[in-house]
């Protein structure tokens, strides 16, 4: 099993290279640091979403929340 980052650029989907999307297309699931970014919407529809947004209401700092994503995805 392996992880690959990428980031989903600054708002606009044709902003993202084609090996992103191509990372993308052959995935099956993501998780997300946040579904709030408007690149989200325009994701292939076959992939498993996980969004982390929840952390960022749950915990006190961005310490806590960093920590508790690494752990939740390692």
């Not at 989907?13 to 993308?24: D, I, K, N, R, S």
């Amino acid at each position: 099993m392996s992880i690959t980052i990428l980031g989903l650029g600054p708002g606009n989907p044709a902003h993202l290279t084609l090996e992103a999307w191509q990372v993308l297309e052959e995935a099956d699931e993501v998780y997300l640091r946040t579904n709030r970014h408007p690149t989200v919407a325009s994701l292939p529809f076959h992939l498993s979403l996980h969004s982390f947004d929840y952390l960022y209401e749950e915990k006190t700092d961005f310490t806590e929340v960093y920590e508790e994503i690494a752990a939740q995805v390692l």
